[in-house]
């Protein structure tokens, strides 16, 4: 069965060397970002949303665990934002673990947060995904998400 703990500030840095690099590697395909741009870029972003690590005010970070598991390990990490003026959750990451993916746990969590986020008063969840992630794509369709919006970059040079 799928749970959520939130995340231990020692656990941090494991979700920054999973977020990091991952996060890095989208701002490049979609940005046009060199590598190590990208890079200097994810961790200032990071730095500037999460100054707190897990104990950032307005921020939920979550480890995703299986309790059929041993232990209920980690299988993965949600972080979102909740707005309780606007009764909206903005997902701002949601990875499963790789050995873990292809097992349904990521369309099992969305549901597990729909239905806790419910249980709170909230009426949507909102999110943003990678144009170039069709895997992403499918899980967020499957759940029920729809499409309310297309973001779009252009790169320009310096004058």
């Avoid at 961790?43 to 979550?62: C, F, H, M, N, Y």
């Avoid at 041993?70 to 003026?85: P, Q, S, V």
């Amino acid at each position: 069965m799928i749970g959520f703990r939130p995340m231990r500030q020692g656990e941090f840095s494991s979700y920054l060397d999973y977020f990091v690099p991952d996060y890095a590697a989208e701002i490049s395909a979609n940005y046009g970002l060199s590598s190590p741009e990208a890079v200097v870029q994810a961790k200032r972003e990071i730095a500037e949303d999460l100054p707190s690590g897990p104990d950032t005010s307005g921020q939920v970070l979550l480890c995703i665990t299986d309790s059929e598991k041993e232990n209920a390990e980690t299988i993965g990490y949600l972080w979102y934002r909740a707005d309780t003026d606007s009764r909206t959750a903005f997902i701002s990451d949601f990875h499963i673990l790789p050995a873990c993916q292809g097992n349904g746990y990521g369309k099992q969590a969305l549901l597990a947060l729909e239905i806790a986020l419910a249980r709170e008063g909230f009426e949507q969840i909102r999110l943003r995904v990678a144009a170039d992630n069709m895997r992403a794509q499918h899980i967020y369709k499957a759940g029920g998400f729809r499409t309310t919006g297309i973001n779009m970059s252009k790169r320009i040079k310096a004058a």
